[in-house]
Nanobody, 116 residues
Framework: QVQLRESGGGLVQPGGSLRLSCAVSGIKIFSFATMGWYRQAPGKQRELVAIITFGGNTTYADSVKGRFTISRDNAKKTAYLQMNSLKPEDTAVYSC?????????WGQGTQVTVSS
């Protein structure tokens, strides 16, 4: 059974930083999975934040470029999202995604709230 467990969310002031983690279990060869972070704010559709391929190539939403960094540790089967210079508009539930062809898996999500 594949499980994705996010952690690291919380309340932070504008301009602050958080690091999200996504620990994956049940995927035989984690390094073959493309990992992604998505977010959904209240009343809005879920949107892609960042992805990192098995080859280490990364893609970011324009709204987070230069502020967020996605990375992975294949030995620990974990993906990370370092979020700096956080803004109130970054407030959302952040969910981890694993694309392990032909299957897609989701974590339960972690709340990030940016507020003074």
């Amino acid at each position: 059974q594949v499980q994705l467990r996010e952690s690291g969310g919380g309340l932070v002031q504008p301009g602050g930083s958080l690091r999200l983690s996504c620990a994956v279990s049940g995927i035989k060869i984690f390094s073959f999975a493309t990992m992604g972070w998505y977010r959904q704010a209240p009343g809005k559709q879920r949107e892609l934040v960042a992805i990192i391929t098995f080859g280490g190539n990364t893609t970011y939403a324009d709204s987070v470029k230069g502020r967020f960094t996605i990375s992975r540790d294949n030995a620990k089967k974990t993906a990370y999202l370092q979020m700096n210079s956080l803004k109130p508009e970054d407030t959302a539930v952040y969910s981890c995604n694993a694309l392990y062809s032909p299957y897609t898996y989701w974590g339960q999500g972690t709340q990030v709230t940016v507020s003074s």
